[in-house]
């Protein structure tokens, strides 16, 4: 059984920073998509950012603010999240999903984290 375990939320102030970080069990994690979504309260869970080797990409909402990098001899995923604002606010998720998969569709990732609470005050 996989596991992804994420690190790193908390509370910072609009215009802050945070860096998420996500360990993965699986012993191939160099061959996964690692992607991170996201789910504010009252709204359905968004795609923020993937990464499979050099490709990467981005929600709209979180281009030129956020930036994904993975370091596979650790099986971490990160995502280093800067000029951050209240909409931000949401439980961040990590997952995990076989080559192939579309990168920002949230039912081709089979292993999903437990989520991180980041916060960000105005």
């Known amino acids: 059984q996989v596991q992804l375990v994420e690190s790193g939320g908390g509370l910072v102030q609009a215009g802050g920073s945070l860096r998420l970080s996500c360990t993965a069990s699986?012993?191939?994690?160099?061959?996964?998509?690692m992607g991170w979504f996201r789910q504010a309260p009252g709204k359905e869970r968004e795609f923020v950012s993937a990464i499979m080797q050099s490709n990467m990409r981005y929600a709209d909402s979180v281009k030129g603010r956020f930036v994904i990098s993975r370091d596979n001899a650790k099986n971490t995923v990160y995502l280093q999240m800067n000029s951050l604002k209240p909409d931000d606010t949401a439980v961040y998720y990590c997952?995990?999903?076989?080559?192939?998969?579309?990168?920002?569709?949230?039912?081709?990732?089979?292993?999903w984290g437990q989520g991180t609470q980041v916060t960000v005050s105005s």
């Open positions: 699986q012993e191939t994690f160099s061959t996964y998509i």
């Open positions: 997952a995990s999903a076989r080559y192939g998969a579309e990168f920002d569709r949230d039912e081709d990732y089979d292993y």
